[in-house]
């Protein structure tokens, strides 16, 4: 059996939950896969269902148990993954594209050099990886509104460190394993802080207070640090100086 046919796997958590698989590593084909099954359970409408979300290659689903039986969830989901490539399907329509300012290197990302060594390119080089990359927000998560947002290149497989960051400020802009990440508040890391946004990934007053959702797309331009500072006193927004268009 190959690695494509083992999956998708329906899999119960905890009483309420059920978690459908489309593989135990991320790809760009599993993640698609994830995103697209969301949208079709969304679709269904199905009764009983309180909650859905994606993580990088699956999708969770929260569930009622007294107005929808496990058994019968499981066939529906069964029919809905039957017979389709999953991995294939287009993304979900109604995605946000984003275009984000963002200051590389110097006192805002004082790992960006280092970054750029393990991924065996100049700085150069790196800002370009950076910047002229369509990224996905793979899923959001670990704190309120953090977006994973990937993939660069192969060459920026680069592994988390084996020392840790003890705070970097909401807002940074961190790199490991292909992935992007804008810190959503302070936080101590293991991954390379490299630059900074005046994006903030939480807005808990907001009536959307996540802006960035899964699937969404993500470019990044880069700006100094003097530009990123008058963004941060003049775009109250907490947009950051972002610009967004939904993608048909």
Not at 119 to 148: C, H, I, K, N, S
């Amino acid at each position: 059996m190959t690695e494509v046919e083992r999956w998708p796997r329906i899999r119960d958590i905890g009483l309420a939950g059920k978690l459908v698989s489309f593989g135990d590593t991320l790809s760009d084909s599993a993640n698609r896969a994830a995103l697209a099954f969301r949208a079709a359970v969304e679709a269904e409408r199905w009764e009983g269902i309180e909650e859905t979300a994606t993580t990088l290659v699956s999708v969770y689903l929260r569930y009622d148990p007294l107005r929808l039986g496990d058994d019968a969830l499981d066939e529906r989901l069964a029919a809905l993954l039957d017979g389709k490539d999953w991995r294939a399907m287009p993304l979900p329509r109604g995605r946000t594209l984003w275009r984000i300012p963002a200051v590389l290197g110097g006192p805002s990302g004082p790992q960006f050099i280092e970054a750029a060594s393990c991924a065996g390119v100049d700085a150069a080089q790196a800002r370009r990886d950076v910047t002229e990359a369509r990224l996905r927000v793979l899923t959001v998560g670990f704190a309120p509104g953090q977006p994973y947002i990937g993939e660069l290149p192969e060459r920026w497989n680069i592994a988390r460190m084996t020392r840790l960051n003890p705070q970097v400020p909401g807002g940074s802009l961190v790199v490991s394993i292909r992935q992007l990440i804008i810190f959503s508040g302070p936080t101590p890391t293991g991954w390379r802080h490299i630059g900074k946004t005046a994006f903030d990934c939480f807005r808990p007053e907001a009536e959307r207070p996540f802006p960035l959702s899964s699937g969404d797309e993500v470019t990044f331009r880069e700006v100094t640090g003097e530009e990123l500072d008058y963004i941060r006193a003049t775009d109250l927004s907490g947009n950051g100086g972002a610009t967004r268009e939904k993608m048909k």
